[in-house]
């Protein structure tokens, strides 16, 4: 953790505030990603910072809770455990994707897929994305073998840091080598080129 950690520089750099008021006021998302956010934060020691407790507390995993809380909680929580925000977010996302493999519904969702195929969960989870949001779009395009492109629209938590580190999440909840690189429209708009193979001794 920074040992001087300047919140409002922070949200600054993370556009924060133009974010707050671009997100749409009717934007929502399922509780189970406050669920995810307060267990890694409580793993990390840094559960009580600030409105983390209020944000995050008494959340349903299946129900809808307002987008711009989590949002306020995930840019409150990024400089937290990394001096550049951005790459807390991108690890905060990261662990997130691995930690929910290891719930009972990821292990259900693992289970599904059967081995673990990085463009099969890709695909769920760019499936999912409209039952666990109601605000953005994916699309996800198959390039070749072992390399896909997911196509956000509308999306407004940080394709270029979050979302980036969800997908490298998957890739390591699949346990194979990948790289993932951003190609942005515009802030909220934009793709992730995904690209993987087996680890070696696999």
Request: net charge neutral; aromatic share 10%.
């Amino acid at each position: 953790m920074p040992n001087v950690i300047d919140l409002a520089a922070s949200m600054s750099k993370l556009g924060l505030e133009q974010r707050l008021r671009d997100l749409p006021s009717t934007a929502m998302v399922r509780g189970i990603f406050f669920r995810l956010l307060k267990d890694e934060v409580d793993k990390r020691g840094i559960g009580t910072f600030d409105e983390l407790p209020r944000l995050l507390r008494g959340k349903d995993v299946w129900r809808l809770y307002p987008a711009r809380e989590l949002m306020i909680a995930y840019a409150t929580t990024a400089p937290l455990i990394h001096s550049d925000p951005e790459e807390g977010l991108r690890a905060l996302f990261r662990a997130q994707a691995s930690s929910y493999a290891q719930t009972w519904y990821g292990r259900l969702f693992r289970k599904f897929l059967g081995n673990p195929d990085p463009e099969r969960a890709i695909r769920y989870v760019e499936r999912a994305n409209e039952r666990i949001s109601n605000y953005s779009r994916w699309r996800l395009e198959t390039i070749g073998p072992r390399h896909v492109v997911l196509h956000m629209f509308d999306e407004y938590f940080w394709i270029e840091s979050a979302q980036r580190g969800g997908s490298e999440g998957v890739l390591d909840a699949c346990e194979v080598e990948g790289e993932v690189k951003v190609e942005l429209d515009d802030p909220y708009n934009g793709a992730l080129d995904i690209q993987w193979k087996p680890r070696e001794g696999q």
